[in-house]
């Protein structure tokens, strides 16, 4: 007798991939949540909390399922030294192929807002 079992990853762990991947890419100063990503963090990490567990880190990352697709939402601070348009292409491939390299998930859509640019020496 064969048991077939099922594999559940949560979105925090999805969006703690995505943070992950996100700030390790260059261009990249720092994940801003912005106000409707604090809310998010806030609920998320009280939730964990309320179970047990200690929130990963996923500060300015959102994951949501839409008619069965995962979406990702990042927000980031880039670099004035390098090209805000090329940093979020570079977001969005990270985050995409972490998540799938990490958890076996696909995932439809890489939303990057970039929130800020730092100017060099700030």
Sequence with gaps: ???EAEYVIADPV??????RAAIETSGV?????????LVTAWTRAARQRW???EPAPADGVRVRT????????VDVV???VD??????RAVQRA????????????????????????????
């Design 29 to 37: 100063v720092r994940l801003e949540p912005g106000l409707r990503g």
């Design 78 to 80: 880039t670099s004035g």
């Design 51 to 53: 179970k047990g567990l």
């Design 14 to 19: 999805v969006a703690s991939v995505a943070a």
């Design 83 to 88: 090209q805000a348009a090329a940093v979020g």
């Design 95 to 122: 985050v995409t192929r972490a998540v799938a390299d990490q958890t076996g998930l696909s995932v439809a859509a890489v939303t990057v807002s970039i929130l800020d640019i730092e100017a060099a020496g700030r």
């Design 66 to 73: 839409v008619e069965g697709r995962r979406i990702v939402e």
């Design 1 to 3: 007798m064969t048991v």
